[in-house]
Every structure is written in C-alpha cells, then in structure tokens.
C-alpha cells in the first residue's frame, strides 16, 4: 500500500480549505435554504456577448489562439484600459488569462521567490496567501479595521515593510468589506512605494463596480505604473462567470514573464470566451451601467435592512458585498453562520474565512434579487431578536 502521507506535497497538505466554498457547498441540493454566499451576477451574459461566442462555434472557429490571446483582444483590453481608467497599455503589455484567478497566480508566481515577503491586506479575496505560500514567499498579513474603513493606510503598509518585501496585494474595490481606496488614499500608498523595488499586484476585477465615484487605478498615479501589474477579468462587470476570461497588463518585462508560465501550465485561453470578450470589450458599457445601477439599488436597500435590525455595519463603496459586524451579539461569526443556516435557513459566510480580523464580521453578497435579500433579511431578523433576549 502507498503512503500517500509520504507521497503529497506537505505545503499542499497545509494549506487551508477555502472557507467560501464551505458554505457554498453546504447549500448543494438545500432547496429551503435563502443563500447569500456566492460573488456571482445573477444577470445571464448579456445576448449580444453570447451570440459572439455562438457565431464565433458556428463558423469553427475553434482552434487554439497564440499563447497570449488573440490580438484583437489584446488590442481591445488596451483600448479599454485607456478608455475607462485613463491607463496606457500597449496589446504586448497584456495577456489574455482563465479567469481573474490565473492572473493573479501568474503574477505571484512571476514575482517571488522563496523566503520573499508579501503583503497581504485582510481581510480580502481567499487566494493570495495559498498562492504566496505555493511559490515559496512569506504572506504577511496587515489587518484592516471598521475604524478605518477597512482600507490599507500608509501607516501600517510602512511598517510591515521588511528588507524582504517583494509584493504588496493591492485588493481593492474589496472583497469581502466593499471598500475602496480613493485617488488621494492612493497617493498616500504610492509615497510610501516610490524608490523601492516592490510590486504592485492590483486586482481590479470590481473596479467597474463603484457607487459614487470612479474607481482610479495605482497604476495611473505617478511614478506606479512601472510597478503595477493590474489582474482583472469579465466575471463580475459582465456577468460572464462561467466563460473563465481574465487579463493581465504591466509593463512588457512583467508580461514576457508571467506568459511564459500561462504557455506551460495553459497554453492559452478559451478561444470562444476571447470571441465573447471581445465583443463586450467594444460594445459592454450599457450593460455594465445597467447592472451597476441594480447593484447600487440593492446596496442601499441591504445596508438600510441591515441597520433597521441593528446591525452595525459599514457601508460598501464597491464590489457586491456587504460585510456585517454580528461578535456584538455573543456568538463568534463561525457560531453566528453555522446556527443563522442550521436553524433559519439563511447562508452567509463568516468573516474569518477572508483572513484575520474577520473573527466578529460576516460576507453578505447582494449579487441576488431584492427579493431574495428580503426574505433572507427576515431570517437575519428573526435570528438576530432571539440573540437580543
């Protein structure tokens, strides 16, 4: 018999299951549950982006494309960098990834080496630490707090900065809090970046989704852009989950590097997604303003539902969730969950799955009906009046 204990990767084995992906799990087949787990669009693809994709299977176009992706697509993730955020990239500087996620690994990997320190503001997104402790480097974790709004300041960035720092992760519009960072916030982080040799990893996959303002990339500030790889993709801004499209752009001795990990581990990107992208690269800014102004209605309505039943809670300025304060009513966040599930029928997940300082906070995503979040709501309320008594 093998022993497999002998056998698997001692990192692999270490490493944590994601704590999304319980709770989702758990509600696998639960017709009676009211789920507000998942950072999924409820919106279908819009039609004019399928039917790229359907024209492109009907006329076979199914080949590979080069290792990069198409240059059509490169061109367009360019021109629309420039368009919406004032960023200057030439088609070289990008590469056309599998969702959001590649890119982010293809950055870490591209970047650091064992012993490298990374900077990882939490609580946020569940991948960054796996795939910092993957390649080798050292997540260093910076906890943000309700005080501040949940945003990394120039203060705390300064002083997790070692001889060793490598990376900073930059997740922002966040997940889970709904935070983002201001021009003049990130003038005060890239003062603290200027004259060193550390990376910017942005991840923008939510930078189409701001209520307020417009979202201002690190990259566009002086002096950053040399610095910054932006990871983003077509999942949140198009609806376009399933269709596992993402990007990459840094400058062209960045790129030549992380594509030379996307040739051996990929080779390239689904050829009828890049079609669909395309498309809604050219002609998607109505449906990304349609679906924005849904989801800052549904914003307005969960932040007041959620106040009205006296919870605290900050309110989001991107992204499509919502990040609750429940440690006031006794129960950690895990306990809170776990009983709002097993004795409501309600699912939202604990803040501890998005790293430390989540332990009293929980992720509510309002990529659902408003009708659904008010049903849910009314679980929340019930729950919450028997932890009152």
Sequence with gaps: MIDYSQVLSKTVVGLKKSGIRKFFDLLDGRKDVIGLTVGQPDFVTPWHIREAGIESLQKGKTYYTSNAGMPEMRAEIAAYLKRRFSLSYQAEETVVTVGGSEAID???RAVVEPGDEV?????CFVCYEPIVTLSGGVPVVVKTTVKDKFKLTPEALRAAITPRTKMLVLPYPNNPTGAILTREELEGIAEVLRGTNIVVLSDEIYAEMTYGRHHVSIAALDGMWERTIIASGFSKAYAMTG????????????????LKIHQ?????APTTSQFAAIEALK????????????YDRRRRFIYKGLTDIG?????????????PEVGKFGLDAETFCDRLLNEYKCAI??????GEGGEDFARISYAYSVKHIAEALNRIETFVKTLKK
Excluded: H, K
């Excluded at 051996?264 to 390239?268: H, N, R, T």
């Excluded at 919870?311 to 990040?323: N, T």
């Excluded at 997940?349 to 998005?354: D, I, N, R």
């Design 349 to 354: 997940v604990p803040g501890s799955a998005f």
């Design 311 to 323: 919870i605290d809670v900050f309110e989001p300025e991107g992204a499509f969730y919502i990040y």
């Design 243 to 258: 269709w596992r499209m993402g990007y990459l752009a840094a400058p062209l001795p960045l790129t030549e590097q992380m």
């Design 106 to 108: 293809l950055a870490i």
């Design 119 to 123: 900077i990882v503001p939490t609580p």
């Design 264 to 268: 051996y581990a990929i080779m390239c």
């Design 283 to 294: 002609n998607g800014d109505e449906d990304i303003a349609m679906m924005v102004a849904e």
